[in-house]
């Protein structure tokens, strides 16, 4: 199968990922960027890849076949739009957009078009997720109690308004596609700004996950200010509880659970060695060639927008630095 042709516009911190991972599939054609030391590093490590700083340049290019941004949050719409009406598949770091209306403009566009659009939520392509999500629908855990997704981390290149836009993109869509939830409702919001310069930095989330009747407590919580960087998913059941700590190298995923004597029993489950965004960056390509829907469509983007832009306008109403913005 002939592997569409891909161009990627940002190849920052996290874009220079995805420049790395389309080179490996043989699949990236051009990279664009506003940085000329970026673009000669691409130019360095990828032979054969055109670079530019202009979008309009690469969009006209009639060999690139799909355009991957990895921008800023707040661009995202923009460029993404454009790529649909020049006729591009679309893949999208997280979030899709920064409202719903943009999502909804977006979604209908790329079917209007009978283009992919998909978002690039990466840990509903990572083989420990998929094998935690494996073992909760066989009932390894027992009757899911609670749910917490800790990510926190030290990070003074702030560009989202909130680190809720920057991390908890990540927190919402894997809790809510490991427990098969597709109306997760946040029921309290906490956020401070600890710097006074009007940044949300340190923030929380209380979540409800109506789940086959019931209603699935769990909690996000999210910080730029956190010298120790923490990426730690916590699921437990009635049987067991599930850790999953993303910053380790090996044993990545934990079962606990306790024993007839009182002991604490853990278990290592096995899962596939493969690096997450590969699997997405392959996988984006497959929908392009197959036509097939991706895993992380505009659907799978829609509740995460949702979710967020609710919870930034609670906490735009109470901007006061350093204080609790506790609001239910």
């Not at 680190?163 to 993109?169: E, G, K, M, R, T």
Request: charged share 25%; net charge negative; hydrophobic share 40%.
């Amino acid at each position: 199968m002939e592997l569409p042709k891909v161009a990627v516009i940002g190849c920052g911190n996290w874009g220079k990922n995805l420049v790395r991972n389309f080179a490996n599939l043989s699949a990236l054609a051009y990279v664009c960027d506003s940085d000329p030391v970026r673009l000669e590093h691409v130019q360095r490590e990828h032979r054969g890849v055109r670079v530019t700083d202009n979008f309009q340049e690469m969009l006209d290019a009639p060999d690139v076949k799909a355009v991957v941004v990895a921008t800023p949050s707040d661009t995202h719409f923009d460029l993404a739009k454009r790529a649909l009406l020049a006729g591009k598949h679309v893949y999208v770091e997280k979030p899709l957009a920064r409202d719903v209306r943009h999502a909804d403009e977006l979604d209908e566009l790329a079917t209007k078009s009978n283009l992919v659009l998909m978002v690039g939520h990466l840990l509903l392509y990572h083989p420990a997720v998929n094998c935690l999500k494996d073992l909760i629908a066989q009932g390894e855990l027992g009757e899911l109690l609670f749910v917490r997704s800790d990510r926190m981390n030290f990070n003074m290149s702030r560009r989202d308004w909130s680190v809720l836009w920057d991390l908890a993109p990540h927190d919402i869509s894997m809790m809510s596609y490991l427990l098969d939830c597709e109306d997760t409702q946040v029921s309290r919001v906490g956020g401070w700004d600890t710097h006074g310069n009007g940044l949300v930095d340190v923030a929380y989330l209380d979540l409800s996950f109506p789940v086959k009747g019931r209603e699935i407590p769990g909690q996000v919580r999210n910080s730029w200010v956190d010298p120790q960087k923490l990426v730690r998913l916590t699921v437990n059941g009635s049987l067991k509880t599930a850790v999953l700590n993303d910053a380790q190298v090996e044993n990545k995923l934990a079962l606990h659970s306790l024993g007839r004597d009182g002991r604490m029993i853990v278990e290592y489950p096995s899962y596939a060695d493969t690096e997450p965004l590969n699997v997405e960056c392959e996988h984006f390509l497959q929908c392009i060639a197959t036509g097939e829907r991706p895993r992380t469509d505009a659907n799978n983007a829609y509740q995460v927008v949702r979710i967020l832009s609710d919870v930034e306008k609670r906490l735009s109403r109470r901007p006061q630095a350093k204080a609790a913005l506790g609001i239910k």
